[in-house]
C-alpha cells in the first residue's frame, strides 16, 4: 500500500499551488482520500476530504473554504487538492491519506508529506 504526495514547493502570497495524491496497492474507489497539514509544534489538522464509494464529494474545513477546492479520478488512483489565494499561515507539510470516512479518526494509510511554504 502506498499513497504519494506531490506538487508542494515555494510560493508567494495569493499564489497558487496544486498538490496530487497518487494511491496504490488497496483499492482506492472505496476509501475516502483526505488531506491534512502538520506544522512543527502544532497537531495535525484535516483540511479538505474527498468522500469514497458512489456518493463520495469533496468538503473543507473553514480555515480552506472558498481558496481550496478538490478533484478525484480513480481511473487514475488520483485526488488533487488545489490550493488559491494562499496565506503564510498556510504553510505547513501537508500529508494525503485513505480512511473510511471522511473526518473521522480512522485513516488507514498515509503519504509521507509534501512541503508547501508561502512566502514572500
Known amino acids: 500500500v502506498q499513497l504519494v504526495e506531490s506538487g508542494g514547493g515555494l510560493v508567494p502570497p495569493g499564489g497558487s499551488l496544486r498538490l496530487s495524491c497518487v494511491g496504490s496497492?488497496?483499492?482506492?474507489?472505496?476509501?475516502?482520500i483526505g488531506w491534512f497539514r502538520q506544522v512543527p509544534g502544532k497537531e495535525r489538522e484535516e483540511i479538505s476530504c474527498?468522500?469514497?464509494?458512489?456518493?463520495?464529494?469533496?468538503s473543507h474545513a473553514e480555515a480552506v473554504k472558498g481558496r481550496f477546492a478538490l478533484s478525484r479520478e480513480n481511473t487514475e488512483n488520483t485526488v488533487w487538492l488545489y490550493m488559491n489565494k494562499l496565506k503564510p499561515e498556510d504553510t505547513a507539510v501537508y500529508y494525503c491519506?485513505?480512511?473510511?470516512?471522511?473526518?473521522?479518526?480512522?485513516?488507514?494509510?498515509w503519504g509521507r508529506g509534501t512541503q508547501v511554504t508561502v512566502s514572500s
Open positions: 491519506a485513505a480512511g473510511r470516512s471522511c473526518w473521522g479518526p480512522e485513516f488507514d494509510y
Open positions: 474527498y468522500g469514497g464509494g458512489r456518493s463520495g464529494s469533496p
Open positions: 496497492g488497496f483499492i482506492f474507489d472505496d476509501y475516502a
